[in-house]
């Protein structure tokens, strides 16, 4: 499975961004989904997951309300819509799929997804 994540970028605080995550094969499929991200100096940490009949979705506590997860089946893809970006959102944000079929009593911990993308930086300026 290859996961290739996009969309980061530069914005300012309150700003908007759409990230994408393109999954290769049909590994794709019945998998939960995840947003993990990384800031300079930290450990990585849950953001947002969704399983994959899209009526689950999971939230860190601190993007609930400004970010939305989606995915679209037909075409492999993951989503990440992010407004009103705060400089504390600037990180690596990183793609993954979950490690077992079906959905995850654990879905914000790294170690249910086994397949990472590369990361896509986003930086919120103040």
């Known amino acids: 499975v290859q996961l290739q994540a996009s969309g980061g970028g530069l914005v300012q605080t309150g700003g908007s961004l759409r990230l994408s995550c393109s999954a290769s094969?049909?590994?794709?499929?019945?998998?939960?989904m995840g947003w993990f991200r990384q800031a300079a100096g930290n450990e990585r940490e849950f953001v947002a997951a969704i399983n994959w009949s899209n009526n689950l979705k999971y939230y860190k506590d601190s993007v609930k309300g400004r970010f939305t997860i989606s995915r679209d089946n037909a075409k492999n893809m993951v989503y990440l819509e992010m407004n009103s970006l705060k400089p504390e959102d600037t990180a690596v944000y990183f793609c993954a799929r979950g490690r077992n079929r079906g959905t995850s009593s654990r879905p914000d911990e790294s170690d249910e997804y086994d397949y990472w993308g590369q990361g896509t930086q986003v930086t919120v300026s103040s």
């Open positions: 094969g049909r590994t794709f499929n019945y998998y939960i």
